[in-house]
């Protein structure tokens, strides 16, 4: 059985000198009675959706079931092709994939649910833009999503992955988080570092709301997924330069499912609150669900 | 603490943008279809709840016609459902309905097959993808759809169940659920049995000879292996 806490995996990886990525394969062998090529297999199913869902809105100017959003990926590929951005080419580049898959998803087309669909953009544009600057293969990117699963194993035991019971900081934050620990580990750092960068990124989105307009998971979800995918990849170089978070993974876990359950139902994914209750976004929901 | 698999983690592979409204929509239609059988022509879905509110912002409605139309949740034509539901000639009605204290994910399948008859099924989408179909022709039930199930429809009489089970037995494959309902004793009963394995195209040959059981419906689990 996966262990029940974050340092008890920091415990046990230590213990047998094995990334969380290892780790979460030999679980994942044992649990599902499979071999090795079966599961990395399926997790390589996993891996070239991403590819495709994260590229395909940049190159393709997508629309939404309900006309709400798309297009903004195909912008952000242009913006960064004119070589003028402030932050640079490889943020601009992660922030086009985070809403590619976020539009394919909006506009029905297929992608990998990483922990959840509405958070789908962030750890398929951290892991595989980490994995273009790092000159990973393919094999070094599919072992980043089992570090990835590990970690959102961790949360989903302790805490909440879902939007209705724990709002966006349970979505987008444990997406993020689990992004930040794979790349960590991707950049060589230890399981204690990937558990310090998942932890600092919940911290950062500790409280944000689940208010989805007109219900739909589109505003402000897609821009989210880039917001997610940034602070992930900040923060892996934040804790890859031997900054530390100050409070345990586990500690902030819990914090986070606290907070989640004093969030009131109108800011957990009823749309009855926060931005989706806003006059413009009123008026959004109006013009899609009119007969 | 649930023992939770990677790939309930990163996943399910599935056609967004809901994996409650969209993917669970599309399964409860394929299980829904698999208990009808073949030659639906036509299927209205009574929509309950958030169903009935958000279906067409969520592309519920294109998921339980794909779903009827027995697609994956991850099938990238899912989104040409109703198109290809039209070039087959199956009509499909959508109706916002209040189905009463049930979940709000809720929809009732009334599937017309070629022959007349009807088959109904009620089933709600309870989350991340997951489904829990609780009647059939107003029958309760009660089953997931996660493993191999058996679906049997039996005269209430001592030793069916021991029928099946020396099949399953015999086949090596292993119960891991099994709930019988009835309405009245000694007449018809239901019963829907998990097993932790497939069921054998011989168990199913020999399950359908029992001379007690009047129908039997085998649901496969809607699993994504490699893609």
């Known amino acids: 059985m996966f262990v029940s806490n974050g340092k008890e995996l920091i415990e046990i990886c230590n213990e047998k000198s094995i990334p969380i990525w290892e780790y979460s394969i030999l679980e994942e062998i044992e649990k599902s009675e499979c071999d090795r090529k079966t599961v990395i297999d399926r997790m390589r199913s996993a891996l070239h959706v991403m590819m495709n869902s994260s590229t395909y809105a940049q190159d393709n100017s997508v629309r939404s079931v309900s006309g709400l959003i798309g297009g903004d990926a195909y912008k952000i590929k242009q913006y960064a092709d004119r070589g003028k951005t402030l932050t640079g080419d490889f943020m601009n580049r992660a922030?086009?994939?985070?809403?590619?898959?976020?539009?394919?998803?909006?506009?029905?087309?297929?992608?990998?649910?990483?922990?959840t669909a509405g958070s789908?953009?962030?750890?398929?544009?951290?892991?595989?833009?980490?994995?273009?600057?790092?000159?990973?293969?393919?094999?070094?990117?599919?072992?980043?999503l089992f570090t990835a699963a590990g970690v959102g194993i961790i949360i989903a035991k302790n805490a909440t992955l879902a939007?209705?019971?724990?709002?966006?900081?349970?979505?987008?934050?444990?997406?993020?988080?689990?992004?930040?620990?794979?790349?960590?580990e991707m950049m060589g750092g230890s399981p204690e570092q990937a558990l310090s960068a998942a932890a600092i990124v919940i911290k950062n989105v500790l409280?944000?709301?689940?208010?989805?307009?007109?219900?739909?998971?589109?505003?402000?979800?897609?821009?989210?997924?880039?917001?997610?995918?940034?602070?992930?990849?900040?923060?892996?170089?934040?804790?890859?330069?031997?900054?530390?978070?100050?409070?345990?993974?586990?500690?902030v876990v819990w914090a986070m499912y606290k907070v989640g359950r004093q969030l009131p139902s109108e800011l957990r994914e009823t749309a009855l609150g926060g931005i989706a209750i806003t006059p413009t976004a009123l008026k959004y929901k109006k013009e899609i669900f009119k007969d | 603490m649930r023992n939770y698999s990677v790939f309930d983690i990163i996943g399910p592979i599935m056609i967004g943008p809901s994996s409650s409204h969209t993917a669970g929509a599309a399964r409860l239609a394929k299980v829904a279809a698999t208990i009808a059988g073949n030659d639906i022509i036509r299927v209205e879905?009574?929509?309950?709840?958030?169903?009935?509110?958000?279906?067409?912002?969520?592309?519920?409605?294109?998921?339980?016609?794909?779903?009827?139309?027995n697609m994956e949740p991850w099938d990238e034509n899912l989104k040409n459902?109703?198109?290809?539901?039209?070039?087959?000639?199956?009509?499909?009605?959508?109706?916002?309905?209040?189905?009463?204290?049930?979940?709000?994910n809720t929809v009732k399948f009334i599937i017309t097959k070629e022959d007349g008859s009807f088959t109904m099924v009620s089933g709600s989408s309870i989350g991340g993808g997951n489904i829990l179909i609780f009647d059939i022709d107003n029958q309760?039930?009660?089953?997931?759809?996660?493993?191999p199930t058996l679906l049997t429809h039996h005269r209430d009489l001592p030793g069916v169940i021991s029928k099946i089970s020396s099949v399953l037995y015999e086949e090596n494959i292993n119960i891991a659920n099994m709930r019988v309902y009835r309405n009245e004793k000694g007449k018809m009963a239901t019963m829907a049995l998990e097993t932790d394995s497939m069921i054998t195209e011989d168990a199913m040959k020999r399950i359908r000879k029992i001379g007690e059981i009047d129908s039997v419906k085998f649901i496969n689990p809607i699993v994504e292996g490699v893609i």
């Open chain 1, 163 to 184: 939007g209705a019971e724990g709002g966006c900081q349970a979505e987008c934050g444990s997406a993020a988080a689990m992004a930040s620990a794979a790349v960590v």
């Open chain 1, 207 to 251: 409280g944000l709301v689940c208010d989805p307009v007109a219900g739909l998971v589109e505003v402000p979800c897609a821009k989210r997924n880039i917001a997610g995918t940034v602070s992930a990849l900040t923060t892996a170089d934040l804790v890859m330069s031997g900054v530390y978070s100050k409070i345990p993974f586990d500690e």
């Open chain 1, 120 to 144: 789908c953009g962030i750890l398929p544009a951290a892991v595989l833009s980490a994995g273009e600057k790092l000159d990973k293969t393919e094999e070094q990117l599919i072992n980043a």
């Open chain 2, 45 to 69: 879905f009574l929509l309950h709840g958030s169903f009935s509110k958000t279906y067409k912002g969520h592309g519920t409605d294109k998921a339980l016609v794909a779903g009827i139309l």
């Open chain 1, 95 to 115: 922030m086009a994939r985070a809403l590619s898959s976020s539009e394919v998803n909006a506009s029905m087309g297929r992608i990998v649910a990483c922990p």
């Open chain 2, 81 to 104: 459902s109703f198109e290809i539901a039209a070039e087959k000639e199956i009509e499909v009605i959508f109706t916002p309905a209040d189905l009463g204290d049930v979940h709000p």
């Open chain 2, 140 to 147: 309760a039930v009660e089953f997931t759809g996660e493993r």
